[in-house]
């Protein structure tokens, strides 16, 4: 087991389930103190015994990431409880209702931009000082293959998700010569509580999801998370801006032959 993480200091929000669980699970085992936020307690608590489980370390705290007044105590929690931040991967967010923009309410519009957009800026904002005061590090942001496409109904979510690819390389290109990393990471269709539910309620949609997935399957939470941490090691040191596309294959395009 690589321990490239050991006396690092790791961000992570959501998680409290789904990518943002196994991404803490995954930079505890490797030797990182992890801050885990979500507002979802209860989701957190079972992250927290997970991980204890594992025999990691992990510090939880509820956290609306879409509050700048949340984002900014906690960074200062991080800061006074560990003096400092290596890695953080923004990975909050909710897919919001599917409808087609004509009949979009907006108010759901808001909603979700805030959740998933907003609070990559929010996060991003207060995390780099930290950063820079730790001697440089590392930022994951979780966009989507929807950073890509245009999924018919998910007009919030889709340019929520364009929107964090475009934060990603402004951040990149401003921290790059500070030591700082910036990428993201776009998962494909990957069986979470998010998507799970969201196939209960379209199983037809969901089979046919699935069947246009070159790899005929959805993908793991682990999968996605091993990238996340990937991406914040050292092993990718060199790679700058980029949004790395965990997808089954999904935006291959072209056709089997
Ligand atoms: P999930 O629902 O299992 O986890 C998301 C977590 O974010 C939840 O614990 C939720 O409570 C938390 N959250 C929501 N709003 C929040 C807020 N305002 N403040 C703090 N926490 C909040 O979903 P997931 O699939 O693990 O999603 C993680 C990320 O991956 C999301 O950004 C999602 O858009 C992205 N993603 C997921 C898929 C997929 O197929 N599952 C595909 C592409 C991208």
Redesign the pocket.
């Known amino acids: 087991m690589l321990n490239d993480f050991d006396g690092k200091v790791v961000l992570v929000?959501?998680?409290?389930?789904?990518?943002?669980?196994?991404a803490a699970l995954a930079f505890a085992a490797r030797g990182a103190l992890v801050f885990g936020?979500?507002?979802?307690e209860q989701?957190?608590a079972e992250t927290r015994a997970l991980v204890e489980k594992a025999g990691g370390k992990v510090q939880v705290a509820?956290?609306?990431?879409?509050?700048e007044e949340?984002v900014a105590i906690f960074l200062s929690r991080i800061a006074a409880d560990a003096g400092r931040l290596d890695a953080a991967f923004n990975?909050?967010?909710?897919?919001g209702g599917a409808h087609r923009i004509e009949d979009y309410p907006t108010d759901d519009f808001d909603r979700v931009l805030?959740?998933?957009l907003r609070?990559v800026f929010l996060c991003m904002k207060h995390e780099l000082p930290l950063l820079k005061r730790s001697g440089g590090g590392v930022i994951c942001n979780?966009?989507?293959?929807?950073a890509l496409t245009g999924p018919g109904g998910m007009c919030a979510?889709a340019a929520?998700?364009h929107g964090i690819h475009g934060l990603t390389r402004v951040a990149a290109m401003e921290n790059a010569a500070h030591g700082i990393r910036v990428n993201a990471?776009?998962?494909?269709?990957?069986?979470?509580?998010?998507?799970v539910?969201?196939s209960a309620q379209n199983p037809s949609f969901a089979a046919q999801t699935t069947n246009a997935i070159p790899a005929k399957r959805?993908?793991k939470?682990t999968e996605?998370a091993e990238a996340a941490v990937w991406l914040c090691s050292g092993a990718a040191s060199y790679v700058f801006g980029q949004m790395l596309i965990v997808?089954g294959g999904m935006t291959i395009g072209g056709f089997a032959y």
């Open positions: 929000t959501g998680a409290g389930s789904g990518i943002g669980r196994e936020a979500d507002t979802n989701g957190l509820r956290v609306d990431v879409s509050s949340d990975n909050a967010g909710i897919t805030c959740t998933n609070s979780t966009a989507s293959v929807a979510y929520s998700k990471l776009a998962p494909g269709w990957t069986e979470t509580p998010m998507v539910t969201a959805g993908g939470p996605i997808d």
